[in-house]
């Protein structure tokens, strides 16, 4: 087995992406986008469980989301921000495990690693809200998030396959909705960052004392707009270098 120094273990949407994991059901269905935005806010906000979320939005949905809608959204409008593959691609070559620990939907990552547009990363933890065919024999999906609760545990499986030491990872995030994975990483002193922290994410850490240990990108106040542009100037170059002088 693989010897790795240290885990990264990160959420996606909003935090790698400035995009939300729900947006390829909006860009095929138009006229969802306010119902979709409002479960997004809600569950990021502590205020419904993740697997309410996903209850409603499939009922929204007129038929299973298909590969053609999927790669239809992919090609007009993919993105990620700034140094984000390079930040991937040095964590790998620097030996420090990567793993993606969203609530995005698994078929989303199989075909973003399908076509190349992000290295293909050992594990993708995600929603089986929509997955497509070959998933139950890809090695690289064998954790679901089907609550918000599931990062931690996910993370806590890889770390103990791969005997990293909490010390020796690291938790990233954005939102209320990576609060209960951020309180896991603080009650086993893994190292906490805040990526376009959300107001959500910084009210959970105050309500359940956990401590952010860095943040990373735009950091939200009270009743302040995302500013999508401002996130975008920031380089994930920087936080790779910082992580791996971090585990180093």
Request: with cysteine.
């Amino acid at each position: 087995m693989k010897t790795y120094k240290g885990l990264v273990s990160s959420d996606w949407n909003e935090c790698l992406a400035p995009t939300g994991p729900f947006d390829p059901i909006a860009f095929i269905y138009t006229e969802l986008k306010e119902e979709l935005d409002t479960i997004f806010k809600n569950y990021t906000s502590n205020l419904i469980p993740l697997s309410v979320a996903v209850s409603e939005i499939v009922k929204l949905l007129p038929q299973p989301f298909t590969i053609e809608q999927m790669d239809a959204y992919l090609d007009e409008c993919f993105t990620i921000y700034k140094g984000v593959v390079d930040m991937i691609d040095v964590l790998a070559a620097n030996d420090i495990l990567f793993m993606i620990n969203t609530t995005g939907a698994q078929g989303f990552f199989q075909r973003i690693m399908n076509k190349k547009l992000i290295p293909s990363v050992p594990f993708v933890a995600a929603n089986p809200f929509i997955k497509f065919t070959g998933i139950e024999t890809d090695q690289r999906f064998p954790f679901l998030v089907q609550e918000t609760s599931d990062k931690g545990t996910n993370t806590e499986s890889v770390m103990k396959k791969f005997m990293i030491e909490p010390s020796k990872v690291v938790v990233i995030g954005d939102s209320g909705g990576d609060g209960p994975h951020f309180r896991w990483g603080a009650s086993v002193g893994a190292f906490l960052i805040g990526s376009m922290t959300k107001v959500s994410l910084k009210n959970f850490c105050v309500k359940n004392n956990v401590v952010l240990d860095n943040c990373f990108g735009v950091v939200y106040s009270e009743k302040e707009s995302r500013d999508v542009l401002r996130e975008q100037t920031f380089d994930f170059r920087e936080l790779g270098a910082f992580i791996v002088n971090r585990l180093s």
